[in-house]
């Protein structure tokens, strides 16, 4: 065992030997202290810049935070790995890497979905194919784009429920955005009854669609006539509107077909209701007062007696 005398001199030489090193160590102490004050600042300057470069090319403030804030991490990262390299840690820092490489691919596979929801919400805000406030149908949903989030998407939809979806579902499905030419065609199918004369109907249509406000008039209004139905000829007419909400695209469509209406009453073009044609005979053709007909002739012949017709 070492006596108590030994022990003191053993603590000695080791508390010597630390300050030495300290003080050799000293210099790139400080060093790799500068290099993280200023790799801080560096990390707050260029992310200063990023935000105010961003905003000239896209106004998505969540692309603008998601840069923003990757460039500062980085920033820190390298002044960091700087200062570990200044204070010869090297192998600190291949391990710190390596770890975090590790790290990186077992998050990877454990959080997937949200990797990709992640990406997905990347890419949109890149390509912005649907904007806050614009009216949008995606994934069976139909609604006003209220937030776009970097993982998810959130609809307002027509009943003022709140739907969210997940990036990933929006962008690998079909997206129809509503608003984003600011025109919509409205198709609105009529029907007229079969005595009617089409080119007047044509005519009348036309004349009282154009009067429709928020009708663009630089359209064509056009009518084209779809086939013969049971009871009435078919027919639809499509003319362009202005693009505000589903609320203002009702609206109009609405305001149409009171057009319409008013048109065929006062022009005396009739819109049929269901009409049924009842078919007396076997083969087809026959109408019940030829069958009353032939039954009151073949009773005559017969010298029996004539009844009044059909009750």
Known sequence: MLEASEAVDLIREKILGWSKELVAMLPNLMLAT??????????????????????????????????SSAL??????????????????????????????????????????????????????????????????????????????????????????????????????????????????????????????????????????KPVPDVLLDKEVDVFYQGYGDSSIDLEVRFWITSVSNRHFHDVRSNAIMAIKAAFDKEGISIPYPIRTLDFGAKGGTRLDEVWSIERRSEVSDGGPVGNGPK
């Open 34 to 67: 500068l290099i993280v004050v200023a790799g801080w600042f560096a990390a707050r300057f260029i992310r200063f810049a990023a935000l105010k470069l961003m905003r000239r090319f896209t106004d998505s403030i969540t692309l603008h935070e998601l840069v």
């Open 72 to 209: 500062y991490v980085a920033t820190v990262l390298i002044g960091a790995f700087a200062a570990l390299s200044v204070l010869n840690l090297d192998k600190t820092v291949t391990t710190l890497l390596a770890g975090a490489g590790i790290i990186g691919l077992a998050l990877g596979f454990a959080f997937q979905d949200i990797a990709s929801n992640f990406i997905a919400g990347v890419l949109m805000a890149a390509q912005r194919p649907l904007r806050r406030g614009e009216l949008v149908e995606t994934s069976g949903q139909m609604g006003v784009v209220e937030r776009i989030l970097l993982r998810t998407t959130e609809l307002r939809n027509m009943q003022g429920l709140q739907v969210i979806i997940p990036n990933k579902d929006i962008f690998q499905s079909v997206l129809i955005n509503y608003s984003r030419n600011g025109t919509r065609r409205v198709d609105l199918p009529v029907g007229v009854s079969y005595g009617e004369d089409l080119a007047q109907v044509k005519e009348v249509i036309i004349a009282s669609i």
